[in-house]
Structures are given as C-alpha cells and as structure tokens.
C-alpha cells in the first residue's frame, strides 16, 4: 500500500503538512463568498428605493453570540494545546466547551429567528408600515367572524366580536380552528374547480371548512363526458348530489385529458392530409411557400362531429352558503367573485376581511420619502395617513412629536450649534451639530410605544417631562431579549383594525418583506450552516478520535488544528456580520 506523504509532518519547502494547505484554499474560497455576500449588502443599502432599516435587530442576543464565539475560538486553541502535551482529558473538557458554545450561538439565532417569523408587518396604500402581531379569531356556523385573543392573552377568551357577539365562547376543544386574523373572508354558494389545475391542497381547505360549518360541496346536476368520439354514450364523471372531493375531481381531470388528447389526434391527422393535398397540388411550392400562398391549416368543419366537447370545469353548489377565509397569499379577491391560486372560482360576496394587528411599530419613513418624491410637505402627508384615523395611534403620534422636539433640544444643549459671522462681524449660533435622524423623527419602535403607553397610562404631563424622563420608561433589554414582548406588555401595544383595501402587502418579517431582511437570513443562515458544519467536524475528534490520538498524537493535533483555523474563521464572519446588521 502506498503511504501518502506530509499527512502530518510538514513539507521542507512550505513548511506546510497536506490539511494545512487544503485549509488555506477552502478558507480562501470562503473569503471571496462572504466577501460578495457583504458588498452585495453594502451596495444594496447604500443604492436602495426605500429606507433601509437602520438598528433594527436585537441588539443583546447578538453581542452574546459575539462573546460566545470569542470564547469558542480560545477554547478550541487550548483543546488543541492540550493535545500537543498529551493531555487526552484536557482536551475533552477544553472542546466540549466550544460545542456547547455552539450549541448556545445555535439556540440564540433559533430564538431570534422565531422572534422574526412570528413578527407581522404591513405596508399600507399610502406607504405607512405598521408593525406587530396579529390577533387570533375563529369563524362560527353563521360566518361570523369572533375574536378569541391578542397575542399573548391567551387567559382573555370570548371577550368581543368583530361581527356580533362570540356565541361559541371558548374555542379550545371545540371543532372551529383559531387562526391569524389576518384572512379573505368570502362567502358563497357556487364553487367552479379547473380540474386542470385544481390543487390539492385547496380542495381539502374547502372541504374541511364546508364541514366545520355544517355545509355540503356537491353537484347539482350529474355530470357525464366521452374521452373521445369512440366512445358511445358519455361517461359518469360525477353522480348528482356527489360531494367534492379529490378523487371526483382526478377521475374528471383523466376525462377531460383523454378527451383532449383524442382531439389532438383527429386535429393532427387532419392538418397531416391537409399537407398531403397542398403538396400534390403545388409539387414545384417548397412548405413555407405554401403556408404563405396558401395558408394550410386544420379543417374544423370536416372534423367538428368527431370532436368531443371537454369538461375543463365542474361547478359545485354549497349549502347552505358559507363564508370561507384563506390567507391573502392564496386567493385574488373581488366583490362578487374570487379566484384562488389554482383557479377555483368563488361566486358570491367579499366579507370584511380586516387584518387585526397589535401595533408594536409605526414607520412613516417611506411615506417621508414618496412626498418630498413628489414635492410635497411631508408633515401634511403624514397627518392624513389612515393610520392616524385610530385615536390610539394618533395619541402616540402626538407625544412622539413631543419627544422628538425635545431630543432637538437636548442634542442643542449638548452638543451646541456651530458658529457664524453676522452682518457686523460678530459670532452667532448656526446650524445645531447634531439633529435627530429620519428614523428618530418619523419611526416610533416598539420601547417607545412602551414608554409612551406608560406615561399615558400614568397619567403623566408629557409636555412637562424630558426626554431623559421618557426614556426611562423604555423597557430594559432583557424584557425584549429577541424583540417586542406581547405576553407581558401587550397592554401598551394598541389594537388595529386596517381594511384590506389600505393593506397595500403584508408580511411576516421574511425574505419576503423587503431586501434587508433576505440578505439577513441569506448571510446568517449560510453562516449557521458553517457553525454546523464546523461543530459536526470537531464533535467528530472529540467523540471517535481516541484511536487516531493513541496511533499518532500529533495526527489528531494536526486535524484539530485544521478544524481550529477554520472555527476562527467562522467567527471572523460574526465579528463582521454583527456591527454591519446590528449595530448600523
């Protein structure tokens, strides 16, 4: 067997063993790709249409994962220290400390990511973003829409309605589901299914909602088709009164396909013999002269009594009538007729759909910036947003204002104005050294809402306090640890009603909410996966690497150290990641 050479030892020339040079160029490949993935972020903040979010993550879990992985690299040295003395313990101990870390750095992002999953926003008609969390409810026999709880308030059951009083009272163990109040609700007694392109998916949501509420789906008349001129009679794709289901609807589709592949057939045979004859009667004609003089095409009139009229679509009754509700994702809506994504067809009325969202954000940034767009006042713009329609939420606008001009003031106060000559040659205040940012003037975040609730709730002069005084009424960072808490302080955090029609899109804070939030999740998830990664490779010598350790120390050393280097990079990205996306 040949013995591969510099497994361990290192070469003369380089001074490098085979692992370490192959570390090298991994590493170096990992630097051109976080290094793309960085400037991508860079340009794509500095070159945005909207205003990007500045400070928005949790500041706290992120530093904690930042000494954690700090702690990690020094312990993953000392394992690796430990191996080169011979010290098989010490090197346990030392390295399962840096799996615990992270494990720890793994759990953290989890918490933050959930955090994220579950935090709503919407984009309202005229650029104002409100963010929070939405309401649950249920639906009962009757349609009507019913309240069940605010995030977090899960100990406040039945104590209201949208739309008349909550008969069902509790909904925990009844055969309603609670849901996200954030759904189209429309009501009808006549569903058109493309067996096409019908999806599963939605045929079982029907069907389960038609149950819940006590209605059938069915045909009102039977339902034949021939899968092609052959055939007879037509055959019995559904019986009358057979309730919908996905076998009816896949027993239609094979009709209808037969019944089109057939069709096919005769249209080609005869466009093939329509050829025939163009070519006999103009032999010297090559085809694209003929198509040109001539214009061959099917003939429809010798052929139309073979041809076998296909079922595309089977229309269902609902009775009694009931009102649906889907995610918007799901359904294009109207008036009088609604269309899901697979092209089931809804007949009947669009009910209020309302999103119900306990705002723990309100950001007119974006708003600022389509008026001065458009040269306008944005002051003005702002006090005719819909969102301030809401007592509530126009209470808090009023004391933000408050708050912001008594930043401008202590900012005056502790920085000063910078200097200028008057007409006399004497020195006069100027232009304040710092002023309050876009994000300070038209964004309220969550702690300020808090606060503002707080003094509200206090019956406290706003007018007479200070900004510091305000400030302290802000949460500390442990109560919002990864963002917002609703379970203890939904309180403060005002319910809204918006009307679909304002809601201009919506989300969850995804890469489906705006740019920023898919390079953060691109970008620490792909370096998630590194800490994966890495932690599996050094679980591995911990765990199984007994026997390379007693066949050659330094072997084991060796590898460790590969594994070190590479642990240290995986931490160089998060000193990076951190400052760029939560400190900026």
Known sequence: MVEIP?????????????????????????????????????????????????????????????VILIISSVTVVFAWAALKLRKWSQFQFYMAITLICAAFFMGLKALEYKAKFNHQAARLSDFTVVEGHLGYAKIDKEGRVSKVYH??????????????????????????????????????????????????????????????????????EEVGAKRSYKDESPLQVGAQGEELSKALIK????????????????????????????????????????????????????????????????????????????KPSWITEGESLSKLKDNTILQGELQD????????????????????????????????????????????????????????????????????????????????????????????????????GKALKEGKDISAMTYDEMKELRPGPVAGFTGPNHKTMNEYFPELSIPRNEVRFDSTFTPKWNTYYALYFTITGLHGLHVIGGGIVLGYYMFFGRKMYESNPDWLANRVEVGGLFWHFVDLVWIFLFPILYLM
């Not at 406040?156 to 009272?169: P, T, W, Y």
């Not at 920085?415 to 100027?430: F, N, S, V």
């Open 151 to 220: 995030y977090g308030d899960h100990a406040e059951k039945g104590h209201g309605a949208d739309h008349g009083d909550d008969s069902q009272g509790d909904s925990h163990g009844s055969d309603y589901k609670e849901f996200k109040h954030n759904k189209i609700f429309f009501k009808t007694s006549e569903i058109e299914v493309d067996v096409t392109s019908a999806s599963g998916k939605y045929v079982d949501e029907l069907i389960e909602q038609a149950h819940a509420a006590g209605s059938k789906i069915y045909l009102e």
């Open 353 to 452: 759909s309302p999103m119900v969202i306990s705002i723990d954000g309100l950001d007119f940034q974006h708003l600022v910036m389509k008026a001065e767009e458009r040269q306008q006042d944005p002051e003005t713009i702002i006090e005719k947003s819909w969102v301030l329609k809401d007592e509530n939420t126009r209470q808090l606008w009023e004391v933000h204002k408050m708050m912001v001009v008594k930043l401008e003031e202590k900012l005056l106060e502790e920085y000063g104005a910078y200097k200028k000559d008057d007409e006399h040659g004497r020195y006069q205040k100027g232009d304040p050294k710092r002023v309050p940012t876009e994000k300070d003037h038209y964004r309220i975040d969550w702690q300020q809402i808090v606060a503002y």
């Open 6 to 66: 510099y497994i361990f030892k290192p070469r003369k020339d380089t001074g490098l063993c085979n692992s370490k040079i192959a570390i090298w160029l991994f590493l170096a490949s990992e630097v051109m790709l976080f290094g793309g993935l960085f400037s991508s972020y860079i340009f794509l903040r500095v070159f945005s249409d909207y205003p990007w979010p500045e400070r928005t993550l949790p500041v706290l879990p992120g530093l904690i994962n930042t």
């Open 251 to 326: 027993r239609a589709k094979s009709v209808f396909v037969s019944a089109r592949t057939a069709n096919g057939k005769l249209r080609r045979d005869n466009l093939s013999e329509q050829w025939a004859e163009a070519k006999a009667e103009h032999p010297d004609l090559r085809g694209w002269q003929i198509q040109k003089e001539y214009g061959v095409d099917v003939d429809l009139e010798a052929i139309k009594d073979r041809l076998v009229p296909m079922k595309k679509s089977l229309v269902f009754k609902v009775e009694p009538a009931t009102t649906f509700y889907f």
